[in-house]
């Protein structure tokens, strides 16, 4: 079992910045891809960004290109997602998920088999 805590959620301005910490811990991999993903109000959860352990390779949704930056240090089991020039609809409660080191859906809910319990972050316009 891996346990996922996320942490450094809250409530920011249009324009402002964020940054998420994700602690692992159990029966933690550096091997993981890591991921987040966000549930804004009434909608489904959606793919934010995702790295992987070989390479470092990252990934990003096109409405967070360029704004968020996802980042691993494994030696702390911990994953970082920055996010700079936030706007009203970055508001939602994201999660953090580790999954399959080897899946091509990094994007997708199905490639991750542990969940953090959410955090929530709120961008005021």
């Known amino acids: 079992q891996v346990q996922l805590v996320e942490s450094g959620g809250g409530l920011v301005q249009a324009g402002g910045s964020l940054g998420l910490s994700c602690a692992a811990s159990?029966?933690?991999?550096?091997?993981?891809?890591m991921g987040w993903f966000r549930q804004p109000p009434g909608k489904e959860r959606e793919f934010v960004a995702a790295?992987?352990?070989?390479?470092?390779?990252?990934y990003y949704t096109d409405s967070v290109k360029g704004r968020f930056t996802i980042s691993r240090d494994n030696a702390k089991n911990t994953v970082y997602l920055q996010m700079n020039n936030v706007n009203p609809e970055d508001t939602a409660v994201y999660y953090c998920?580790?999954?399959?080191?080897?899946?091509?859906?990094?994007?997708?809910?199905?490639?991750?088999?542990?969940w953090g319990q959410g955090t929530q972050v709120t961008v005021s316009s």
């Open positions: 998920a580790a999954g399959d080191p080897f899946g091509t859906n990094y994007h997708s809910i199905n490639n991750y088999a542990y």
């Open positions: 790295i992987r352990w070989i390479g470092r390779n990252t």
């Open positions: 159990g029966r933690t991999s550096s091997t993981f891809t």
